[in-house]
């Protein structure tokens, strides 16, 4: 049967205390919303729903790029009311999963079982947990076979309901048919007057329809987040989770409790990773990787053998097999490092391509530049790229020595071989093989003395 989800997120989420809406919050750098988006797209959803309220313009931007359905829930009414909402858009025939913008982490795995459970929809499914603690969730009441017969709120609850240690998720997969035929029934005459989602429960089972529960893997797959401090926990589950993978496909991890990964990242054998490092977007590591302390790296490429040393930055960047960085090496956008480049500390690029073996091991900025092979870069080097207007290109040919603290005007070309002198400024094209020396020459005067304190 094709699948529908809607995805509940008109909650206010006013204990995030903060203008951005709560399903706008970040997890591993993503939206809560955006890990629900995609956990149904992973289930290949014919259509998927979100039934938004509060800061809903700024969701429906956020998500404008992705292939969703809205629908407004202006008053919140409670969860039977915003799937109410979604009703309109949902066809007669289909399944209905119904997941929530602030529970990011339920697995693919578990929906998929609750999904197959309801099968060819037969039944109704739900996914349960069984909670030392169940103070203020739904608790699922069952019949003397064992059989789920409704749902009753924690506020609606007697002594004895209150005791029953399984709850409701809130995660329904139900038969599309039911649903156009039961929400219309849904009644608010409750301790909270809202409409509950809850009660089509007791409708399934009045008429006779089958309730199948399932349960998850790990209970923080259905931990919904309200506030700071439980965005914070479930952000480590969800860290130790990748750090765990990471670690069984063979990574070595020093600390996983200081690694985060904010994206995506692939690795080849034994990488080796120090605490405190930060991975972006996505981020391609080659076989025998070393990272030390404090780095950062966003949606680069980095090959075989390289060593990225402690407190590096690195972004939207290639680095050839077998090249060191770092310490404190600063690779930007556009910068494209050959087979063992060494880019030292305190070392900026920015669109610079630099040849194999190349060096710039002390203090330099190389921007907008193309570095041939075996150059070395002398500590202090800068291009001057920028005409406070314009950016200009620097060439620097193979095996060509620029000295320390050179300033390289760009546009200017340094050929093949070339060698400039230390504290050079080079504005003209420096022929291959030549030496050129750019700056005052020295005057030492002969019996001059200090002067003396009056
Ligand atoms: C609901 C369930 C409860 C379950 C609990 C799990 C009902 C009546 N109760 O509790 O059995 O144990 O979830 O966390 O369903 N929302 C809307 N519009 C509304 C109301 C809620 O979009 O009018 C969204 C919220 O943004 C949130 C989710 O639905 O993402 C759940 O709402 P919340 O108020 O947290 O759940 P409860 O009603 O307390
Ligand atoms: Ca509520």
């Keep these: 049967m094709s699948l529908n989800v809607v995805i509940l997120a008109a909650g206010k989420g006013t204990r995030m205390k903060s203008v951005l809406p709560k399903v706008m919050q970040p997890l591993a750098g993503q939206p809560l919303l955006r890990h629900v988006v995609k956990t149904a797209q992973r289930l290949r959803a014919a259509s998927t729903l979100v039934v938004y309220g509060h800061g809903g313009d700024d969701v429906r931007r956020a998500f404008a790029a992705d292939e969703l359905l809205w629908a407004e829930q202006a008053e919140q009414k409670g969860t039977g009311h915003a799937v109410q909402m979604a009703l309109p858009q949902l066809p007669v025939e289909g399944l209905t999963l119904i997941l929530y913008g602030d529970v990011p982490l339920t697995q693919v795995g578990t929906l998929q079982q609750l999904i197959d459970a309801v099968g060819d929809g037969n039944c109704m499914g739900l996914i349960t947990l069984e909670m030392d603690n169940p103070t203020g969730y739904g608790r699922i009441v069952r019949n003397a076979h064992g059989e789920v017969i409704r749902i009753v709120e924690q506020k609606d609850a007697t002594a004895d309901e209150l ?18 035929r039961w929400l219309p029934q849904l009644q608010n005459n409750n301790a909270q007057g809202e409409y509950y989602l809850t009660d089509i429960i007791a409708m399934a089972a009045a008429d006779g329809v089958a309730i199948a529960t399932v349960q998850p893997a790990f209970s923080w797959e259905v931990d919904g987040i309200n506030d700071k401090l439980q965005l914070a926990a479930l952000e480590r589950v969800h860290q130790r989770v990748q750090a765990e ?25 034994d990488v080796h990773i120090e605490p405190n490092v930060i991975f972006e977007g996505r981020v391609q590591l080659g076989s025998n990787v070393r990272i030390g302390a404090n780095c950062q790296l966003k949606d ?3 090959g075989d053998n390289v060593i990225i040393k402690p407190n590096s930055l690195i972004d939207e960047a290639t680095v050839g097999a077998g090249a060191e960085i770092g310490p404190f090496a600063r690779l930007r956008p556009g910068t494209v490092l050959g087979e063992n480049v060494h880019v030292g500390n305190f070392v900026e690029t920015k669109k610079a391509v630099i040849g194999e073996g190349s060096k710039a091991n002390h203090l330099a900025y190389l921007g907008d530049a193309n570095i041939g092979s075996g150059v070395n870069i002398g500590a202090g080097t800068i291009t ?44 003209k094209n420096v022929p291959d093989d030549m030496l050129a020396v750019a700056r005052a020459k020295q005057v030492t005067i002969d019996g001059w003395s200090r002067p003396e304190k009056k």
């Excluded at 240690?165 to 809130?170: C, L």
């Excluded at 207007?389 to 620097?394: G, L």
């Design 163 to 180: 005791a029953l240690r399984e709850i409701n998720t809130g995660i329904f997969c139900v038969p599309n048919t039911w649903l156009h």
């Design 245 to 269: 993978a990471l670690m069984r496909a063979g990574v070595t991890v020093i600390d996983p409790a200081r690694l985060d990964i904010r994206g995506h990242v692939t690795h080849g054998m």
């Design 300 to 302: 680069c490429s980095i």
């Design 384 to 427: 001057c790229n920028y005409d406070g207007v314009n950016k200009h290109q620097t060439s620097i040919g193979d095996d060509a020595f620029i000295g320390t603290n050179n300033s390289l005007v760009a546009p200017v070309t340094i050929g093949k071989g070339a060698t400039t002198g230390a504290g050079s400024t080079i504005s």
